[in-house]
């Protein structure tokens, strides 16, 4: 209804910066291109982007929930110092970035009216670790990987005539391939890892668990779920073959304060699946 105000939205907010490995942590940020990082990197440094979550209801006269420019400052004045301070003390008292993000997450809320929902640090393209409100104390760590398989999408209750309907040039009887990419997301409580993600671990469990299992494979003759009496290898059942592969190992090798929470599975840039929903 016209006038009416929303209910509560959740409003994300990217902050790129460069902890900068000759400067200064304590020096307050310069720069004025938000979108390549302020700091921006000058010389050797890291660059980071942290994104901030925040949940509530618009104000009914602006439209607003949040200033974005309010929470660009909260990120820089109570979180981008705390995240360059240990970067740069790295090697003199190791911190991990997990425990970083911990420590950062509730003056950072403080600092925005208690509406913080999640704080997601992307150390790379490849790696990210998360916070939530509702789950503190534990990382979400997301860690991608690449593999190279070939399939063909046919579903043996349907007719071949069906199937060319259904999955037109991909039910190619040569079958085709693609570049996929795949995400697990693990939930780790950082009691119980000393606040330290095994980054090594994760790699190594991964691809026993699954990147050997697929990669360089034509997954309707090479893979046994997917076979004549499995399934089709589309994205979706893809993501919850490897979901089933990897959840049991992840405690098991990374200790029972570990989970994998969902695995995400990219078909092509544009195509994704994520499993559990």
Not at 116 to 122: F, P
Not at 230 to 249: D, H, Y
Request: charged content about 20%; glycine content about 8%.
């Amino acid at each position: 209804m016209a006038g009416r105000s929303s209910g509560a939205v959740t409003l994300a907010r990217t902050v790129r910066f460069a902890v900068n490995l000759a400067s200064d942590p304590e020096t307050p940020p310069r720069g004025v291109n938000g979108y390549a990082g302020v700091p921006p990197a000058d010389g050797f440094a890291a660059c980071y982007e942290l994104t901030l979550a925040c949940k509530g209801p618009p104000d009914p006269r602006t439209g607003y929930f949040l200033d974005i420019k309010d929470m660009d400052r909260a990120a820089r004045a109570v979180a981008l110092p705390r995240i360059a301070r240990a970067c740069l003390g790295a090697r003199a008292t190791p911190e991990h970035p997990a425990a970083v993000l911990g420590r950062v997450f509730g003056p950072l809320s403080d600092a925005l009216g208690g509406t913080l929902e999640s704080l997601t640090l992307a150390l790379s393209p490849y790696h990210r670790l998360s916070m939530t409100a509702h789950l503190p104390g534990v990382a979400l760590v997301r860690h991608r990987f690449e593999f190279s398989a070939a399939h063909r999408l046919h579903a043996p209750s349907l007719s071949d005539e069906e199937n060319r309907r259904v999955f037109g040039k991909c039910n190619h009887p040569a079958g085709h391939g693609h570049n996929y990419v795949f995400e697990p997301e693990i939930a780790l409580e950082l009691a119980a890892t000393a606040g330290r993600v095994p980054v090594a671990a994760i790699e190594a469990v991964v691809h026993e668990a699954v990147i050997a299992r697929v990669d360089h494979t034509f997954l309707n003759h090479d893979v046994p779920e997917f076979g004549p009496a499995g399934l089709n290898p589309s994205v979706e059942n893809i993501a919850a073959v490897c979901f089933r592969w990897l959840e049991p190992r992840i405690p098991q090798r990374l200790g029972p304060g570990a989970r994998l929470a969902r695995v995400t599975v990219w078909e092509t840039e544009k195509t994704s699946a994520a499993y559990p929903a």
